[in-house]
């Protein structure tokens, strides 16, 4: 599914209009009435509001949108309606003026939060069952200003269930750390995902997210020039093509991980491991030769090569993981410049993206296609000079500029997690868990990355198939056991990893 920032969705709404001739009431009454039915069919779901329904509607398209659904729902019988202006009436000439004139015909109270009315609103908002925010939309350029931010606060200090549609009112691309927006349960965005939705700082204010389909004729969504899409299971399900039956473990590729240190000997363990359980056929692990002896136990199908720092013929591997756990000496420093000239796809992940950083410093480093970055936003903030809030704020150009310039493929990770190529594609990974907030659930995803990246997978299907897949596994744990280790994640790769049915040549093409 298709990812489009604010710019590209007047686009498409524009062309819409001009090309297929769908007028804009149109437009506004297929959006509304699909939002009404996953109200029907996801909120209310035999279980019909047991207090008043308040729709908030703003002066433009989203506003109209809401007085779409609130006619909707009087004619599927809701009675106890009543809908909140909160920027005056929209005007008359304005398909949202339109549906405003249909509601008040249809006997559906109408107040002004902004007249006389003001006080009636805020005790109708106060005990309503459900609010649904049509205040702003996609085009708002910056912070929401009163009175229409303090109507934004009383919402979110109401009982109510909180509906937003298409995003929630304060959010946009423009949306920044603190600024005041409608905090939704529920997300009903029109037919495409918006990428403000997935920004780090407000996505916590956007509920779970459901897309409304059936609204712009699909030719619009289907072009090649859209770079964003979500990281789903359909995309999933054409990345993970199925193994060859004839292949054999040469075949399945050879990763070799120089991981670990005094101290942090189960950062390699883990992201060997994982890589092991990734589809690689065989994994080496470097480890220090005063570790060694400590470390024979704990591995089975992974090999431990005990090594004092020199540089390691690579004649026998065809992909490297280095960086979890495993220090940031000038030694390592050095190693990683070596291993870095070889030739060979990679994962780089914790230490490694630290190195990376301080080698970038003394001259200008390209990873020429074949590497896999995965920092987490403090690691990603020193490779890039710049502070984790600003990062964070906006993180996809950063992201695409630093896959550009470094010529790799970057995993930003965290509650959303993007994955960015040197030519400009991004995805996004809504993933929203919690649990997956535990020491070493990264060294487990730079594994994984490996392991299909040995396997035969290209690095931006390796980042995107790892991301996604690891993210399932880390939704089952929670659901069957609440919070859990990272080792607890190590049975499932296999399984995630296993049986595919897609084509990979198709995958970047839907």
Avoid at 102 to 118: A, F, K, N, P, Q
Avoid at 220 to 248: A, M
Wanted: aromatic share 6%; glycine share 12%; charged share 20%.
């Amino acid at each position: 599914m298709k990812v489009v920032d604010s710019g590209r969705m007047a686009a498409i709404d524009r062309e819409a209009q001009r090309s297929f001739a769908i007028p804009e009431i149109v437009l506004m009454e297929d959006a509304g009435r699909g939002i009404f039915e996953s109200v029907r069919d996801i909120v209310w779901n035999g279980a019909p509001p047991r207090g008043p329904v308040v729709f908030l509607c703003g002066r433009g398209n989203n506003g109209g949108d809401a007085l779409v659904v609130a006619r909707h729902c009087r004619l599927a019988g809701i009675n106890d309606l009543a809908v909140v202006l909160g920027a005056g009436e929209p005007p008359a000439e304005k398909p949202a003026g339109l549906h405003l004139k249909i509601v008040r015909s249809m006997g559906i109270r109408v107040l002004d939060y902004t007249g006389s009315e003001s006080r009636q609103a805020q005790a109708l908002i106060k005990r309503s069952h459900w609010l649904i925010d049509g205040l702003l939309g996609t085009g708002l350029s910056g912070e929401v200003r009163s009175p229409m931010s303090r109507l934004i606060r009383l919402c979110n200090e109401a009982s109510a269930f909180r509906i937003a549609v298409d995003i929630p009112s304060g959010i946009g691309d423009a949306y920044r750390h603190g600024y005041i927006a409608y905090r939704a349960d529920c997300t009903l965005t029109v037919q495409v995902p918006k990428l403000c939705l997935y920004l780090p700082y407000a996505r916590g204010y956007c509920g779970t997210i459901h897309t409304i389909a059936g609204v712009f004729p699909p030719q619009l969504l289907e072009t090649e020039d859209i770079p964003g899409r979500l990281i789903d299971r359909s995309l999933k399900q054409r990345l993970l093509v199925p193994l060859n039956p004839e292949t054999h473990k040469g075949g399945r590729g050879h990763v070799a991980v120089f991981a670990g240190s005094e101290g942090t000997t189960g950062a390699a363990w883990l992201s060997s491991t994982a890589a092991a359980r990734a589809r690689a056929g065989l994994v080496t692990l470097f480890i220090d030769r005063e570790l060694y002896g400590s470390s024979l136990s704990k591995y089975g199908s992974v090999m431990l090569r005990a090594w004092r720092g020199e540089a390691p013929e690579l004649d026998r591997y065809n992909t490297l993981l280095v960086g979890p756990g495993w220090g940031t000496s000038d030694q390592r420093q050095r190693i990683l410049g070596r291993l870095l000239a070889s030739g060979l796809s990679g994962v780089l992940d914790a230490d490694g993206i630290s190195l990376l950083a301080r080698l970038r410093k003394e001259g200008g480093v390209s990873l020429n296609g074949r590497w896999i970055l995965t920092p987490h936003p403090g690691e990603l903030s020193r490779l890039l000079g710049t502070g984790i809030r600003e990062l964070l704020e906006d993180p996809l150009p950063p992201l695409l500029r630093t896959a550009a310039e470094l010529q790799a493929i970057v995993v930003l990770k965290g509650h959303c997690s993007y994955v960015a190529s040197p030519e400009g594609r991004y995805g996004i990974l809504d993933g929203m868990n919690p649990a997956m907030a535990t020491g070493g659930s990264g060294d487990v995803l730079a594994g994984m990355c490996a392991g299909l990246l040995a396997s035969g997978c290209t690095p931006e299907d390796a980042a995107t198939l790892a991301v996604r897949l690891h993210s399932e596994i880390g939704r089952k744990l929670y659901e069957q056991n609440g919070c859990f280790l990272a080792e607890d994640m190590l049975p499932a790769v296999s399984a995630a990893c296993g049986q595919g049915q897609g084509s990979r040549a198709e995958a970047w093409e839907r």
